[in-house]
Structures are given as C-alpha cells and as structure tokens.
C-alpha cells in the first residue's frame, strides 16, 4: 500500500445554522478514516476510504502515516470516532 492519509467525515446534521455548531466553527468529526493517496499526488486522498466511502465530502487533515510511525494511525483525540472498518484494514 502506499501513502495513507487520515480523512475526517464531518456530521452532516450539524451546520452552522445549527445551536451545535458556533458562527465561524467547524463541524464535528463524526468519524475518522484511512484513505490511500491519489495516485501520483501524495497530499491528496484517493476517491474512497479504505472502508469504500466516497472522501469527496470528508476533511483532509494532511496527516500522514508516514510521518507519525510510532503513533496509532488516527489522532489519538478521536480515538472514539475511529471507524473500525478501516482500523481493522490498518491493523493488517
């Protein structure tokens, strides 16, 4: 495999209309996942997680795996949010 990159899928119920979400906020991480690299364009995911959602609507966090190799491959943070699909793809 080669370059994976961490993509957050953002909680489409919370705008910033919404009471949840401050003016100027961001929306919360619902889920975090594992995307390989486009080909040929490492800072930029592929067209699905390794789970097979599309990543057109998720967040880049720009974090790659290569650079944290002692680390879990999410952000320690959402350790909560990780979906366990694509954990279960990493842990292989």
Do not use: Q
Not at 32 to 39: I, L
């Amino acid at each position: 495999m080669g370059e994976v990159l961490v993509v957050y899928e953002l909680d489409k119920a919370a705008t910033r209309a919404s009471r949840r979400v401050p003016r100027g906020g961001e929306r919360p991480v619902r889920r975090v996942h594992a995307a390989p690299a486009a080909p040929g364009t490492p800072a930029v995911t592929g067209p699905r997680t390794l789970c097979g959602k599309d990543t057109f609507a998720m967040e880049t966090t720009g974090r790659k795996l290569s650079e944290h190799p002692e680390s879990p491959w999410y952000p320690e943070e959402y350790a909560s949010a990780v979906c366990p699909d694509c954990d279960a793809v990493m842990e292989t």
